[in-house]
């Protein structure tokens, strides 16, 4: 089960971390990704990970969250954060957190637009954020 939360309101600028609390997962065999959708926009990916044994794990970002967003795991607390910084009104949207196979978090690096609920089948509820101008 999956469990995000940390979500609320915001000034541009701001800063928000947001938590994935995920239990019934016993190993490192998994990608996790963070996803949102705006108000009446479609579901987009907004970055991914994918745990290794020595901790160093394999991080995605789409574009227009690099150098602002950065997704880490804590091991001990099966919890996956989103820091986010520098938060635009563009941010704003229902966040979303979810898992599937490792190699789920290849998707994101294509260029193309793609249906997350196609490459990641394991969904939490999602925690909204909003970024006021």
């Known amino acids: 089960q999956l ?3 940390g979500g609320g309101l915001v000034q541009a600028g701001g800063s928000l971390r947001l938590s994935c609390a995920a239990s019934g997962l016993t190993s490192d065999d998994y990608a996790i990704g963070w996803f949102r959708q705006a108000p009446g926009k479609e ?11 020595d901790d160093d794990n394999m991080t ?3 574009e227009s969250v690099k150098g602002r967003f950065t997704i ?7 919890t996956v954060y989103l820091q ?3 938060l635009r009104p563009e941010d704003t949207a229902v966040y979303y957190c979810a898992t599937d196979r490792p ?3 290849s998707v994101f690096s294509i260029t193309t637009k793609w249906d997350p609920e ?3 089948r394991n969904w939490g509820q999602g925690t909204l954020v909003t970024v006021s101008s």
């Open 3 to 5: 469990q995000a939360s």
């Open 43 to 53: 579901r987009e990916g907004v970055s991914c990970l994918v745990p290794t044994a």
């Open 60 to 62: 995605f970002y789409v």
């Open 72 to 78: 880490s795991r804590d091991k001990s607390k099966n």
């Open 84 to 86: 986010m910084e520098n």
């Open 103 to 105: 190699h789920a978090c």
């Open 118 to 120: 196609i490459f990641f």
